[in-house]
């Protein structure tokens, strides 16, 4: 396989953005990035989207993208592995460059969420897990998320405060990233005193629905050049898991995880301590915690504690999250997983402003789809 | 990159099939192409797919259809390009092996669209146009092949028995082949008395709303026997066109389905002359004239005639839709693009049964999304 390099990445304000289009965010985000990586050329574009045929009534999204682009005839590939379908563009892109039949290639993630009730919204995301065994009862996301919530207090003694820190945290580095949905920092009480969504998570526990986009440019080898501040790709590993979360083993363990981590980390050569910077899928504050366990940061139960003691702040170990999150930031869930790698790529560039951490290395973004059915691992490393 | 061979071919009936749910057929198909493959180990699964959401209120089914193969933690991928989802996820699965990600990848193709209403299946349908400048003016699929078909007699003079040859001599094909949707052999008079739908497209010029799903096995060059008969993918070509049919120089010539070509038989070193055996798009008739002619095999304006000399029959000079193609083996949308490369796969190992044609070495796979916003063809052979 060819060595693949990310030499650009562009991305738009996350949020409720009734002024834009799908259209108009994912030509925004690819602009940016074309013009970040000084390109005149592009082969193929790869879009990740999870439902625009449910959110916006519009499928057939890559020749959309490409013909607003102005990029036609070009090949465009649309990929869609729920909230995942980001990360697993960002990978189909790898293999085109990978493989040598394209050289330069567009990798965006495009989501347009708010132009539905919400209600109809989470109606949509709902279709990500098993509808004829779980969907059909009437659980969505929040209930399946909630249900791991509850066996990992009862096995490993979570605290609520425990659960409270991850979204206090993202919130907090969110303050700093001027393209995040929120720029509030929020407390514990105000976690705390937020509805009840899902017994025991609550409106602070839940990533938001939001509309944005997000674009990274990738290239050969034969291709970088040092003005563009080339990042590698060292390793990528994806897994799935059952569909349904009643057939698992462990409710607490994301088996997917596990496996994309081990694939991932293989491939890259590399260990969680070779690891600077972090980027995890806090789609509800609970998988934050089995995220960075999963992700062999922390012991398996550990996590809670690990949160409680900053080492997952901005100046911690092992940072993670460090521009807010999908609870921060925002998550349009298909553009979620290029984000990741556009926060990734601009830390380890020492771009990535207020909220930059001390010469990181080597970064790590991890992205899953449903509840932990697809997960997806990328290592990233300067040259 | 890395040679790529098809080793393994599986296909469901074609048709309105209520006794089967969408995992039903991903998981029969895929049964019958591993068995065919004798592999007992797959390490990427490629889903081809164009609209569950809306057709049957499911996504995220690559790890679901993983799931019910009993195959995860292996990584699946759904890939969605509108009516051409299968042929594009057959490239995405080319790409794995040719890249060394992967040695061993199932490639299934699968739609459930009867589970609905016609006119909601319609809906769902239109999706894969531009719906902000065609969709909303309620235009659909019929109505903007009608424009094309308008256009083609005005500027070629195709007479209405030139049109309707074609869905004749493919419900011929279809008649032979157990798993078509429609085994009727049809006549001139049964087109032409067909109840107009968008003049001057008949019901008999379209192609129907189907289940289906068809299932294809990729390996590397050291994982290949004589046993499985193996066939070479030779080359693969994708290209874009605008979204909107409105903003295109000519309504007549489809502009991806030209440069998919040109990049196909390239790769392939190949020419049209070299082609014993085709698979093209014929969603309407009017598709499958346009598309012989993009291909190369005769020129623009000469497709009718072509057709009324016999040369696109079984025992013509250049056989298509040698099972019946979309308008008589069925249409399932996700699939087709994959039961495309099993009719051709069939057809190089000689095993095409009734349909079989005599010692074909080269064949060809042509597949468009909306109205050719996509386009990909594929050239297989005998090694």
């Known amino acids: 396989m060819r060595d693949v390099f990310v030499v650009g990445v562009g991305i ?10 799908l259209r108009d965010l994912a030509v925004e985000a690819s602009l940016k990035a074309i013009e970040d990586a000084k ?33 036609n005839p070009i090949p465009a590939i649309k990929v869609e592995n729920a ?11 790898f293999l085109e460059i990978a493989s040598g039949n394209s050289d330069i290639v567009l990798v965006v993630g495009v989501e347009k969420m708010t132009d539905l009730l919400t209600s109809r919204a989470s109606y949509s995301l709902s279709l990500a897990c098993d509808r004829e065994f779980e969907g059909i009862n009437g659980i969505t996301f ?10 990992y207090m009862y096995e490993f003694g979570l605290t609520r405060k425990q659960l409270s820190l991850v979204p206090v945290k993202n919130h907090k580095n ?3 990233n001027p393209n995040a949905q929120f720029n509030n920092i929020i407390t514990l009480e105000d976690v705390e005193n937020s509805p009840l969504v899902a017994d025991p998570l609550r409106l602070y526990d839940c990533s938001p629905v939001s509309d944005g986009a997000a674009a990274v440019i990738l290239a050969s080898s034969n291709l970088i050049s040092k003005d563009t501040n080339p990042i590698k790709i060292s390793g990528i590993g994806q897994a799935s898991d059952t569909m349904a979360l009643y057939q698992r083993d462990s409710l607490v363990e994301f088996k997917a995880t596990i496996e994309a981590a081990k694939k991932a980390y293989k491939i ?17 504050s609970i998988a934050e915690i089995c995220a960075i366990e999963d992700l062999g940061f922390f012991p398996k139960g550990k996590g809670g504690e690990a949160i409680e003691a900053g080492l997952t702040d901005i100046d911690g170990k092992y940072p993670v999250n460090t521009t807010g999150g999908l609870k921060g930031k925002g998550h349009p869930v ?12 601009e830390q380890l560039r020492g771009g990535a402003g207020e909220n930059q951490i001390k010469n990181p290395r080597v970064g790590l973004a991890h992205n899953i789809g ?5 997960a997806i691992v990328s290592i990233l490393e300067v040259i």
Chains 1, 2 share one sequence.
Request: hydrophobic fraction near 40%.
């Open 268 to 284: 890259a050569n590399k260990k969680p301590e070779d690891i600077d910077v972090i980027e995890v899928h806090d789609c509800f």
């Open 39 to 71: 390109v005149d050329k592009i082969d193929t574009i790869i879009i990740g989207n999870y439902s625009s045929g449910t959110f916006i009534e519009q499928e057939h999204l890559a020749p959309l993208i490409a013909d607003y682009l102005g990029l």
């Open 174 to 176: 969110a303050s700093k």
């Open 12 to 21: 738009t304000k996350f949020g409720v953005l009734w002024d834009k289009s």
């Open 370 to 374: 449903g509840s932990g059915s697809t």
């Open 83 to 93: 909230c995942a379908s980001g990360g697993v563009a960002f990978k189909t892109g």
């Open 142 to 151: 929040p209930g399946l998320f909630a249900l791991i919530a509850r066996r």
């Open 334 to 345: 298909g553009a979620t997983g290029i984000a990741q790698i556009v926060t990734i790529v």
